[in-house]
């Protein structure tokens, strides 16, 4: 059965090892170890069950093995993790319209008359990617310019973060919303200037009066945006991602394509609230599924907004709203209540929390409760990106992870200014902070709120510098992480805050054959050489899942 596998192994020019041990040599391999130090290596043995078997320095003698790959000298790292994505959003989004290219309001107007006419069938025209902000617009757009565009069908088009959204006349009428509608908690509808008349954007708990018109994608709809998105992600080199928000439709896709032995993305579930969380898993955290590429860890759940929207809620107002401090979501009852109930059942709650007044919120009551639940919890702050530096010393003090996306600093920098003032900026984005306080990061990207190119995080992480060198020196250059630590967030960090240590996240015996092949070391590369990284190959459990030829 093996020879005869094997001989089919060899017939194919391109091959995809699989069930036989492999080893693959020549290569400049690297990875964090055991002591969180880099160790570099130049061979992997692979069994057949996709875990390493061993890694082999130069001059150790190569086992006897059923095949062979030469990685022609190339550097092999290990498989990316992003510690914060949205899966699904990234499937349907590259298969909806995308404005976050659009530097104006015509630009957007124009690509959204295009997308409309180029997609006739569609019974509604869906998108996100938008910013008023990066328009240069100084307010939200308008239903009635969306209308300019298309005024034939529904149009509902998502902010960039996620935060708002934008709808057309026939969206709004759809979704019976008038001058009449009121504020929903935790939201606010826009009304044109001296009126009650909606404008067409809605903010936070608001887009639910708008998303829940919109008709839900059908199961086969959802099985090609994941399969889009598994290869939108492998093509970046990951091979692990944390699953913000995964609802009870999300997870039945992964599971279809678990069944279908079509899984090959690793996916660190975090449930879309208590509910989903109980549809999902029942009273326990479900097992790892499918060689370890799922499992249900945990619930996301959002105690504010963002700050592009003026959605986070700040302990004083924004400096460029003065009397707006942003929103809570939840109340400090409702969110003590929910992690309460998490912790009986062993799940691992994900908080969002982006405003200093968030964090302080979700920092106390993990204080408060961490009593009552001890052990290794491993709280989860999402974003952690404004933070009274008072209250910083907590991520430390209780075990809590800060999982952080090294790219909004760079994307918000300018925007956080003006949000906060020079005045409030000491505990922004504050990972070397965090970690010298005895905090613990966890890096990732938010895609498809941005790209989910790990290089671009590696190398915001630890130069804070944007694409184009601004500022030079880096943004509040003392809260950059060196190379190793950036590189850590991204594998075996964003691992360790999704319970997978051990299983994924090294290049180390016993865990799963997960890497990536690029053209340059990444601990070695200039910044800019960095972000032009090239992924030449993906694998995962040692199966190639991507390969740039
Ligand atoms: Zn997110």
Known sequence: MKRKLLAALLACTVATPALADVLIDNVEGL?????????????????????????????????QTDFREDGQGRVMIPGLIDAHAHVMGIGIGALTLDLS???????????????????????????????????????????????SAVSDRPVYLQRVDGHAGWANSLAMEAAGITAATKNPSGGRVERLPGSQVPSGVFVDG????????????????????????????????????????????????????????????????YAGGPENMELIAGARPSPWLYED?????????????????????LKRPYADDPGNTGLPLMTGAQLRNILVRAAQGNFQPAIHAIGDAADAEVLNAITEIAESFPGDRRWRVEHAQIVDPADLPLFGQHGIIASMQPVHQTSDRLMAEARLGPDRLEGAYAWNTILSLGGRLAFGSDAPVESPDPFAGLAAASTRMDANGQPFGGWRPQDRVNREQAL??????????????????????????????????????????????????????????????
């Open 101 to 147: 290219d659009t530097n104006s309001l015509d630009e957007a107007l124009e690509k959204i008359r295009t997308f409309a006419a180029e997609n006739e069938a569609r019974p509604w025209i869906l998108g996100r990617g938008w910013n008023q902000e990066k328009w240069g617009l100084g307010r939200f757009p308008t239903a009635a310019e969306l209308d």
């Open 293 to 313: 590429k799922l499992r249900l860890n945990g619930v996301k759940l959002y105690m504010d907004g963002a700050l592009g929207s003026r959605g986070a809620w």
């Open 488 to 549: 850590a967030g991204f594998t075996i960090d964003a691992a360790f805050a999704g319970f997978a240590e051990g299983r994924f996240g090294r290049l180390l015996p016993g865990e799963r054959a997960d890497f990536v092949l690029v053209d340059r070391d990444p601990l070695l590369a200039t910044p800019a050489e960095l972000r032009a990284t090239k992924v030449l190959e993906t694998w995962v459990g040692g199966r190639k899942v991507y390969d740039a030829d």
């Open 31 to 63: 990875t964090i170890d055991e002591n969180g130090k880099v160790k570099r290596f130049t061979a992997l043995v692979i069994d057949d069950d996709g875990k390493i078997a061993q890694v082999l320095e130069r001059g150790d003698r190569k086992p």
């Open 206 to 269: 608001a887009e639910d009066l708008m998303t829940r018109a919109i008709p839900a994608p059908r199961p086969v709809e959802r099985d090609l945006a994941f399969a889009e998105a598994q290869r939108v992600l492998h093509r970046f080199g990951i091979t692990a991602v944390a699953d913000m928000g995964t609802t009870i439709e999300d997870w039945q896709a992964y599971r279809r394509a678990g069944d279908a032995g079509t899984l090959t993305l690793r996916i660190m579930a």
